[in-house]
Nanobody, 124 residues
Framework: VQLQASGGGLVQAGGSLRLSCAAS????????MAWFRRAPGKEREFVGY????????DYADSVKGRFTISKDNAKNTVYLEMNSLQPEDTAVYFC??????????????????WGQGTLVTVSS
């Protein structure tokens, strides 16, 4: 299983970015896929997840209302649309995948597969 995250970059506060996570190597329809981020000097933090089979989605409180997770089944790709970005959103963003749906979906330890990360920098 390979996950390829892309779409990071530099954006001004209040701006938007869309991250993509392209998955390959398996049939992902039954997977849970998630986004995490790691800000400089901080631990990896949960951003949101999607259970692909039912499109159930949940977000961290810090991004709820600003970030949106979506999927494109035909492309095996999950997206993270980020709006109203703030400097505190600056981080390396990772996508993750897990072949199950039952478990602690907010914990990075639960996920088996990880992408390489893409850097998002929000300037003030």
């Amino acid at each position: 299983v390979q996950l390829q995250a892309s779409g990071g970059g530099l954006v001004q506060a209040g701006g938007s970015l869309r991250l993509s996570c392209a998955a390959s190597g398996r049939t992902f329809s039954s997977y849970t896929m998630a986004w995490f981020r790691r800000a400089p000097g901080k631990e990896r933090e949960f951003v949101g997840y999607i259970i692909l089979s039912v499109s159930a989605i949940d977000y961290a409180d810090s991004v709820k209302g600003r970030f949106t997770i979506s999927k494109d089944n035909a492309k095996n790709t999950v997206y993270l649309e980020m709006n109203s970005l703030q400097p505190e959103d600056t981080a390396v963003y990772f996508c993750a995948a897990e072949p199950h749906v039952d478990g602690d979906k907010r914990s990075p330890k639960w996920y088996e597969y990880w992408g390489q990360g893409t850097l998002v920098t929000v300037s003030s």
